[in-house]
């Protein structure tokens, strides 16, 4: 049987060391990784957040901006986000498709679950942008509601540490990494996994989130293929 995986990258992580922006070797990097998981007859989802761009609560922190506006500004972001992977998956002969929760018709398919599952079936990375096209809901929230509906196996989040800590590993030297943990222990407010929503719809729906090191190359593989030395396994 077909491995069917969701991948969720920060925003940030595309930014580089600058925090700000799009770095065009980092998505060269990230696309490469993911052309070894289509390689690998691994079907691909992947949802991408904005904060590189502009992230919805911080635009409207001082009362300007609407918190709902704010957040529509961060589905546009995410958006940009998602052309950028796309156009990386591409220039590497990587075929892929983007969708986005919100119509955006010039620039991309609408999210419709049926043909992203008919698109990954054809082998073809699909890039689901827009968050879940709600406001106040997170890009976290987002790629666990696709990974439901398009029945990942495993949503992975792929960021810039090597899983879940105890606590804050840049503050505190003593934190410890947590190799397996339940999703009710997930929820407590010391672990920092993905926000309360995102958890409580993958434990109703028995998706196992692998938090990862994104920078440690064939990571995303090995988890897809049940290795899980270099990560963290919620379920």
């Known amino acids: 049987m077909t491995k069917r995986i969701l991948v969720k990258f920060s925003g ?7 925090g700000q922006g799009i ?8 696309a490469k990784e993911i ?8 079907e691909v989802g992947i949802v991408i957040g904005g904060g590189n761009i502009i992230r919805g609560v911080t635009a409207a922190r001082d009362g300007v901006i609407r918190r709902t506006s704010g957040d529509y500004m961060g589905m546009l972001a995410t958006t940009i986000n998602g052309i950028a992977i796309l156009e990386s998956l591409e220039h590497i002969g990587v075929e892929a498709r983007h969708q986005t929760a919100i119509k955006m018709e010039q620039i991309s398919e609408p999210f419709i679950v049926r043909r992203a599952t008919r698109h990954l079936e054809k082998g073809r990375v699909v890039i689901f942008s827009s968050g879940t096209g709600n406001p106040f809901f997170t890009t976290d929230t987002a790629a666990t509601l ?8 495993i949503l992975i989040k792929a960021t810039k540490v090597d ?8 503050k505190y030297s003593d ?4 190799k397996t943990i339940t999703y ?6 010391q672990i920092k996994v993905m926000d309360d ?7 109703d729906n028995n998706i196992p989130i692998a938090v990862a090191n994104m920078g440690k190359r064939g990571n995303l593989l090995d988890i897809a293929n049940g290795i899980y030395d270099n990560c963290s396994i919620v379920f």
């Not at 940030?12 to 600058?18: F, V």
């Not at 899983?163 to 840049?170: F, N, W």
């Not at 934190?175 to 947590?178: D, E, P």
């Open 12 to 18: 940030e992580a595309l930014a580089g060391d600058d």
């Open 23 to 30: 770095d065009t070797k980092v998505l060269d990097y990230i």
């Open 35 to 42: 052309k070894l998981l289509v390689e690998n007859d691994i």
């Open 146 to 153: 696709r990974a439901s509906e398009i029945e990942a196996s």
């Open 163 to 170: 899983g879940v800590y105890d606590k804050d590993p840049e």
């Open 175 to 178: 934190a410890v990494m947590l």
């Open 184 to 189: 009710d222990e997930a929820l407590k407010d």
């Open 197 to 203: 929503t995102a958890i409580a719809l993958a434990k």
